[in-house]
């Protein structure tokens, strides 16, 4: 299974931009790119998810490289409760259910006031 | 919605000792997952349902047992318990492109 590459950790300013990087030079052309986070003390949320257009929710940006073996989760303005570990995973989109996806130690962001 | 409930949020048991943590979901989802998240770790599966009736054996099965009772409720159960089990064990479930996951039970075994 594809796995991902992301730093242990970052720190970012309030109320600035935050970029969270992820390599995935093995994805297959099946594989959509998720990204989760876990706040302090809770169980991990969704976030965001793209195939290969960058795509943009409430909550987020989602920056997809044009080879794919890269993306880049973008936060627009980091505020004190987005503090929270972020994880990049693949998934396979021809399956029905998350069995083979790997949640690595995910990148600890770290928001100062 | 209540989403994805677990229960208990805590627990301690000694070693030897058995105990079930029950999860249930509220959304009609096939697929259910435990989860184990150690300090400074990320998620490992334990186990997983992709639907009613089946359950598969995911990263670090040893030591526990899974029941999809239903389509909403997925237990897991430690028959002896031991120190490396402690942990804090997660339930989800998903729809096709999101996982929802529980609270999480916070399980210490002296």
């Known amino acids: 299974d594809a796995k991902t590459t992301q730093p242990n950790s970052m720190e970012s300013n309030e109320e600035e931009p935050v970029h969270l990087p992820c390599n995935h030079s093995t994805i297959s052309g099946t594989d959509y790119i998720h990204w989760y986070r876990q706040l302090p003390s809770q169980g991990p949320e969704y976030v965001i998810h793209?195939?290969?257009s960058n795509v943009n929710n409430r909550m987020a940006s989602l920056a997809i490289a044009e080879d794919r073996k890269s993306s880049t989760l973008i936060l627009h303005r980091a505020t004190l409760r987005d503090a929270a570990v972020y994880y990049c995973i693949l998934r396979d989109g021809m399956k029905t259910s998350y069995d083979k996806v790997i949640f690595g130690p995910g990148t600890s962001l770290s928001v100062i006031p | 919605n209540a989403g994805v409930t677990q229960t208990p949020k805590f627990q301690v048991l000694k070693t030897g000792q058995s105990m079930t943590l029950q999860c249930a979901q509220d959304?009609?989802?096939?697929?259910m997952y435990w989860y184990r998240q150690d300090p400074g770790m990320g998620l490992r599966l334990i186990y997983y349902s992709a639907s009613e009736g089946t359950t598969d054996k995911g990263e670090v099965p040893n030591g526990y047992n899974v029941s999809r009772l239903n389509k909403r409720e997925f237990s897991l159960r430690l028959e002896s318990a031991a120190p490396s089990q402690t942990s804090v064990y997660f339930c989800?479930?998903?729809?096709?492109?999101?996982?929802?996951f529980g609270p999480g039970t916070r399980l210490t075994v002296t």
């Open positions: 793209g195939l290969t």
């Open positions: 959304m009609n989802h096939n697929s």
């Open positions: 989800a479930s998903s729809s096709r492109f999101e996982q929802y």
